[in-house]
């Protein structure tokens, strides 16, 4: 967290590559929307593990308002607080349109991952579902 950096540096990052740049650490509808009006392709709702700042809100409390804020623009990405399928759930509910999520939470990944099985991507992903149809949703919104 330099303060020596600015959005003229996103800006030129931006310049120098094809590739999608998102912004992480998003946790205000202002800050989304200067993210927007800069070209990012996406921003990430984080308070980064709130190491920087132990009093930061959480990020999934931050997500309605920059979800709104951006309007679908781009997409808005959840980082943080996700261990199981319900998070994910709330998540999608709350305005995402994808989360980042802590693998070895959600059932150890090392050794599935030897064995090519999507063991706790499967797991979680039927956890989400099955969160998302106890709310009465017929399928997901993705």
Do not use: Y
């Not at 927007?36 to 309605?64: E, I, K």
């Not at 920059?66 to 808005?76: F, I, L, N, S």
């Amino acid at each position: 967290m330099s303060p020596a950096l600015s959005w003229r540096d996103f800006d030129a990052l931006r310049a120098v590559t094809a590739l999608p740049v998102l912004v992480k650490g998003v946790l205000h509808p202002a800050d989304a929307l200067l993210a927007v009006a800069h070209g990012a392709a996406g921003v990430v709702v984080s308070n980064h593990g709130g190491r920087q700042c132990d009093t930061v809100p959480a990020a999934v409390d931050c997500l309605p308002a920059v979800a709104e804020a951006v309007d679908g623009r781009v997409p808005v990405l959840l980082d943080g607080g996700v261990r199981r399928g319900g998070d994910v759930a709330v998540a999608l509910a709350l305005g995402a349109a994808a989360v980042g999520w802590a693998v070895r939470c959600c059932g150890g990944w090392p050794p599935t991952a030897r064995r090519g099985c999507g063991g706790p991507s499967r797991s979680c992903a039927t956890a989400t579902t099955t969160r998302w149809r106890c709310a009465g949703a017929a399928a997901m919104p993705i």
